[in-house]
């Protein structure tokens, strides 16, 4: 049950509505009821001071891995769910890279229950392109889109038949939805286990060339502008793929676009030693590229940042290099990794970081949230701009650790989490 909440005196933060101002903001029935200076607090109000805290929509993130049904050694989406909130998100878009994969209504239903179930973060479910993530033939769109699909992808794979990828935009358009595709030319990539650069040929590991992300970037591009269709490119991380984004803007094509905090903050250089937890796909790139994908967010040609959360087990990531799998866990780490690194170091302000990890993403997968105008969703997230921490992966809520953020000291951090105005978290 929702209870009546008065979060008081914080700085409420709303770019959709370009409200900064210290203020109150009143949450009952599950629904804002009020954002204004000095709101009085009726009898069973339960009141949280914020004074010093910055109170705003809650943060989305339209990339997150869950592993469920299939690898719950790795995750749940119950516990992923709690992670999120734990780091301050309110609503997370489950990818269907799963075993089996979330290509059918049944799938889909499963995941949007379970995450109902679980009462923490909002659980969207993201079905697949492609039936079986195979990439020969469209999945079961509108039967998915019925049961709660907000996105197809086929994340984790590139869909490399550009006619089964202009035929998803083309039918994607009915329902609505955009159609998210992870970039990337296996035939450049193939068996590469790094950035391909001066890093790669030092550890004699193969190396993914920026052009294999670059070459699909362009070809989802091309084909959003034949079909009218909405492209919504996953992880960017090359400069060449910024630039192409923000030309392809300038000429109207619908696409929109997410940045991984990792790519913000983390070069190739952070795989010396063969630091597994710093291996990923796409792999961390080279400064220039990590320069490109901040100014990209700071002028919104990148329009979200979205952890691509992504758990693996201790034993999966204790082996080596070549044979441990891609991925990091990011959800509770990447509001403190934005403040403290790209906030903190003047790429953007504290608005646009909101807008980019909540505005942004609710509008590209159209969901609720990403404001407090009144009679929207009580989806808020307060978090102290100045509290400082330390990174312990064994404190997160999430099944698994795989961080390369370990033992960073950062400042920014979440304190409560409220979802449909529930406190589901803390801290």
Known sequence: ??????????????PGRGVDAVQDVLLADGTVVSVAPGIEAAEGTHVLDCDGQVVCPGLIDVHVHLREPGEEHKETIATGAESAVAGGFTSICAMPNTD???????????????????GFARVYPVGCISAG????????????????????????????????????????????IPVADHPEDVGLSANGQMNEGIVSSRLGLAGKPNAAEDIHIVRDLLLAELTG???????????????????????GVRVTAEASPHHLVLTHEAVEGYRTDAKMNPPLRTQEDVDAVRAGVAD???????????????????????????????????????????????????????????????????????????????????????????????????????????????TGRPTTTIVGGRVVWSG
């Open 229 to 251: 269709g909405h492209i919504h490119l996953q992880h960017v991380s090359t400069s060449f793929g910024v630039a192409s984004i923000r030309r392809a803007k300038e000429r």
């Open 133 to 176: 993530r195979a990439g020969e033939r469209l999945a079961l769109v509108g039967e998915m889109v019925d049961e709660g699909a907000v996105a197809i992808t086929d994340d984790g794979s590139p869909v490399m038949n550009s006619g089964l990828m202009r035929l998803a935009l083309e039918y994607a358009q009915a329902f609505g």
């Open 100 to 118: 089996p994969p979330i290509d059918d209504p049944a799938a889909v239903g499963f995941v949007a229950a379970e995450g109902r179930r679980a």
């Open 300 to 410: 919104g040609t990148l329009d979200t940042i979205a952890t691509d959360h992504a758990p693996h087990h201790y034993d999966e990531k204790e082996a080596a290099f070549a044979d441990a799998p891609n991925g990091i866990v990011g959800l509770e780490t990447a509001l403190g990794v934005v403040l403290t690194r790209v906030v903190g170091e003047g790429v953007i302000d504290l608005p646009t970081m909101i807008d980019r990890m909540s505005c942004q993403p609710a509008r590209a997968f159209g969901l609720p949230g990403g404001t407090l105008a009144e009679g929207s969703p009580a989806d808020v997230t307060v978090f102290d701009p100045t509290a400082t921490w330390t990174v312990d992966p064994g404190a997160f809520r999430s099944k698994s650790r795989n961080s390369p953020f370990t033992g960073w000291e950062l």
């Open 1 to 14: 049950m929702s209870e009546r909440i008065l979060l008081r005196g914080g700085r409420v933060v709303d």
